[in-house]
């Protein structure tokens, strides 16, 4: 059964940061691109980010560009976004994705980002 | 960045029935390896999104034959034969032909009458 399991969301100050992880099981996270997707309270999704299999590209959206930061851990099949200076426009639900040709192949559950004073 | 344009943003549809949402795209989908790379999600209401139809008419695993996909270049649909009170959600189109970025639809609000 394929998973991707997000975590690492909260609250936090306009400006700070945060670390979010997606652990992902029963695909070959290894062979495949994933995204990250948010989607901010009653709005629409909006890509944020993809990385190749191997780590070797990498796409933002510009409204992150030298914010937020993707990596991926391929022996512990693990996704990862480093957001810094965090902006009250980022607060939203952020997805783990596998790629197809663009997100969407599989997805998890989603965690919270809110972003206030 | 290719803009992508559903419509309607919302439907009310009775139980039975078919509906239909419409996708354009800004610029052609197809792609120099002859694909079209348009896809459609379903979002139940507190869920996660869920891929339904890639590649503009291919189903994906597990979908009910119900949903159907069609079109070519930049105009699309997304067709759900006799509509279930499972179908109730949002549904968005997706292009994944002219990146980065890949773009959404804003979505299309599908409720039972």
């Known amino acids: 059964e394929v998973q991707l399991v997000e975590s690492g969301g909260g609250l936090v100050q306009p400006g700070g940061s945060l670390r979010l992880s997606c652990a992902a099981s029963?695909?070959?996270?290894?062979?495949?691109?994933m995204s990250w997707v948010r989607q901010a309270p009653g709005r629409g999704l909006e890509w944020v980010a993809n990385?190749?299999?191997?780590?070797?590209?990498?796409w933002y959206v510009d409204s992150v560009k030298g914010r937020f930061t993707i990596s991926r851990d391929n022996a512990r099949n693990s996704l990862y976004l480093q957001m810094n200076s965090l902006r009250a426009e980022d607060t939203a639900v952020y997805y783990c994705?596998?790629?197809?040709w663009g997100p969407g192949l599989h997805w998890g559950q989603g965690t919270l980002v809110t972003v206030s004073s | 960045d290719v803009v992508m344009t559903q419509s309607p943003l919302s439907l009310s549809v009775t139980l039975g029935q078919s509906a239909s949402i419409s996708c354009r795209s800004s610029?052609?989908?197809?792609?120099?390896?002859?694909?079209?790379?348009l896809s459609w999600f379903q979002q139940r209401p507190g869920q996660s999104p869920r891929r339904l139809i890639h590649?503009?008419?291919n189903r994906d695993s597990g979908v009910p034959d119900r949903f159907s996909g069609s079109g070519s270049g930049t105009a699309f649909t997304l067709r759900i034969s006799r509509v279930e009170a499972d179908d109730v959600g949002v549904y968005f189109c997706?292009?994944?032909?002219?990146?980065?970025?890949?773009?959404f639809g804003q979505g299309t609000k599908v409720e039972i009458k």
């Open positions: 610029q052609s989908l197809l792609y120099s390896d002859g694909n079209t790379y």
């Open positions: 997706m292009q994944g032909a002219h990146w980065p970025p890949w773009t």
């Open positions: 590649r503009v008419s």
């Open positions: 994705a596998a790629d197809d």
């Open positions: 029963g695909f070959p996270f290894g062979a495949i691109w």
């Open positions: 990385i190749k299999e191997d780590g070797s590209v990498i």
